[in-house]
């Protein structure tokens, strides 16, 4: 595990293909997955591990996020991954560091409106890790679908030259995306969560009758996803490029929500007429 990014530079200079998972640990077998796909495209894996405190707001959950280091050093090495960057705070933020990347309208819905500062952390620290290791390919989940294009506008606008790869989001049998908040659920709030992963398979069973009404595959998202124990905060009927709110039917769509369930907050999304890997 290396924890400077003077180190990181050294280890790459001796480095082929490079594939990297960014993470903010508390890894779970949707971390490992990326991790394996790293491995299986690429000369040599690399993850990170870093909870970034830049992309938490005031309010939000950055003190109590799960942190498991010795635990997610093993995962990763199970996965196949070859080079761990753990680095501190100041390392990733030195004394005096003020620089922010800022991205564009792509930030602005959904997670962005919701989480005001969230994805210029997420971008700030991404341009750091990227600089770092210099990856030739990147690899992020489909739950994060905003950081997902997010990421992806910014790799096209910097001109960073990093693949970044999409990856098909990993659920539970019983469908719960899997996300490292989901250890702080309790039996009953897991319960209570399901109704996210169902209603949103609601929509998706709308869909594929041939509902195209973007209003009516909401409603039935929402139906199901407000179940007891849900504080929905919104579901989205986007376009899965601009991430604009669909005015009518359209072939491509992106419906994602965001609850919360107990103090947890939860994210999930499914795409309809268009995977993941095909979204660039
Ligand atoms: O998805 C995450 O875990 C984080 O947002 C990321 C990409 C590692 C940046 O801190």
Known sequence: MLRTAAEVRGWRARTGRVGFVPTMGALHEGHEALMRRAAAESDVAAASIFVNPTQFGPQEDFR?????????????????????FAPSALEMYPDGDATRVQPGPIALPLEGAARPGHFTGVCT????????????????????????????????????GVRIVGCPTVRDPDGLALSSRNGHLTADQRRSALALSRGLFAGRDLWTAG??????????????????????????????YTLEELGGPQGKVLISLAAHVGKTRLIDNVLLGIEVGEVE
């Open 64 to 84: 109590s996020y799960p942190r498991a280091e010795a635990r997610d050093v093993v995962l990763c090495e199970r996965a196949g991954v070859a080079m761990v």
């Open 211 to 240: 509902e195209r009404d973007p209003a009516k595959l909401r409603l039935a998202v929402e139906r199901i996803a407000a179940g007891p124990g849900v504080a929905l905060e919104y579901v989205s009927v986007a376009d899965p």
């Open 125 to 160: 620290v991404l341009t750091k890790l990227f600089a770092i290791v210099r990856p030739d390919a990147a690899y992020f989940g489909q739950k994060d679908f905003q950081q997902l294009r997010v990421v992806q506008t910014m790799n096209r606008d910097l001109r960073l």
